[in-house]
């Protein structure tokens, strides 16, 4: 039997999924993540990772042929809009984008040279986070700068693309009606950003430029003042690499907390600082929707998924009370029990709750490729 692996590494996680691809891809044999990569000098890390994942795909492999790995890539920068099959040329070229995403970019490289010697002569596909936010437009993705700038490649990108592809390909066949509406997706995690949706389509993004964009996350600080490090740079002391550090490791939950980037920490804690951490992503998510609804020119559907939005009912609580005056209405029960639909029967605005699946995305985009390569067409094309 033939299958399709997809790997998905992140910044505190490696994320895995084995599928068989002639089953249309609706289940996967095998899917896993290694966790709380990072964590600290005693913690596991991604070279560790890495290995875990192969030796299980190994175990549970007996009988089935890899025939195309798809890898989750967060940056392809303005060459790459689509899934590209992965050359030496890629690599490098994706490379060169690592310090736009410093705390993906590197391991999803890392995770690619561990499966290409896993899987000599695999078709290896790249799957950029990035691509899907091509659609929005032209004053989507500039920055007020010079035009000079935006064609040297400052401009506003996007990321989680492979999680709202999902969430589209979800509503597509179940609410086709609803996706044509105006929807804003909320993918809540360590990492945290909105999409506003026109017809299926990014319209805006609250990331930009990089990861480090848009709401409060675990370790990132999310919108900031641009003077704010000019100021550090300036008149701190501190150098380019300390900002980084900074911005990317050291704020967010964790640095408003002073306890941990988790948030299910945070909300079994009982510290004051805690609490500020939480207020801050509440109130960072309600000011944040109120901008994509306003791309939007309204508002029809709120959509949860990640790993926050996902499974803490509290916080989709206090996210939809903060932006009661969009027309959210909870159905309380239905927000506790898990449900799919947990908007009232009276809300102006339809709220879901839906899994992102990026690995069925990921792996569905492999399998084309390796398809075209095994039919002798061009796999990908780079736009």
């Known amino acids: 039997m033939d299958g399709v692996l997809t790997v998905n590494a992140g910044s505190s996680s490696v994320k895995y999924a084995l599928f068989a691809s002639d089953a249309a891809l609706a289940a996967p044999l095998l899917t896993g993540q290694v966790q709380g990569l990072g964590s600290g000098p005693a913690g596991p890390t991604h070279a560790a990772a890495f290995d875990e994942v192969l030796a299980r795909v190994a175990a549970a492999g007996s009988g089935l042929r890899v025939v195309a ?3 989750r890539v967060v940056h392809g920068g303005a060459a790459f809009g689509e899934p590209t099959l992965i050359d030496e040329a890629l690599l490098e070229a994706l490379r060169l984008l690592a310090p736009l995403a410093p705390l993906h970019q590197p391991h999803n490289l890392s995770g690619i040279r561990a499966a290409q010697q896993a899987f000599p002569g695999v078709p290896q596909v790249a799957c950029f986070d990035t691509a899907f936010h ?3 437009p032209a004053v989507h993705q500039r920055f007020a700068l010079p035009q000079r700038w935006h064609d040297a490649g400052v401009r506003r990108y996007g990321f989680h693309g492979l999680s709202f592809e999902s969430i589209v390909d979800q509503l597509a066949a179940s609410e086709p009606a609803l996706l044509q509406g105006r929807v804003v997706v909320a993918h809540l995690g ?5 999409c506003a949706l026109a017809g299926g389509r990014s319209v805006a993004t609250t990331m930009s430029f990089s990861p480090l964009d848009g709401m409060t996350m675990g370790t990132r600080c999310g919108r900031l003042d641009a003077a704010v490090v000019l100021h550090l740079l300036q008149h701190h002391g501190l150098d380019a690499d300390a900002v980084a550090h900074l911005l990317y490791r ?5 640095g ?9 920490t945070l909300m079994a804690s009982d510290s004051p600082s805690a609490a500020l951490a939480i207020d801050h992503f509440v109130e960072s998510a309600a000011s944040e929707l109120a901008g994509m609804a306003a791309a939007l020119r309204g508002l029809d559907a709120l959509v949860f998924t990640g790993g926050i939005g996902e499974n803490a009912a509290p916080l989709r609580q206090r996210i939809t009370d903060a932006a009661a005056w969009l027309g959210l209405r909870l159905d309380k029960d239905a927000n506790w029990a898990g449900a799919r639909c947990i908007s009232s029967v009276a809300s102006p605005v339809q709220v879901r709750v839906l899994r992102t699946d990026e690995e069925s995305v990921i792996a569905r985009h492999a399998l084309r490729c390796a398809a075209a390569v095994a039919a002798g067409l061009v796999p990908c094309s780079r736009a």
Do not use: K
Request: proline share 4%.
């Open 69 to 71: 790995v798809g890898h």
């Open 134 to 136: 091509r659609s929005q």
């Open 190 to 194: 360590n990492g945290a950003s909105m």
């Open 250 to 254: 050291e704020s967010g939950l964790l």
């Open 256 to 264: 408003l907390s002073g306890l941990s980037p988790d948030m299910r």
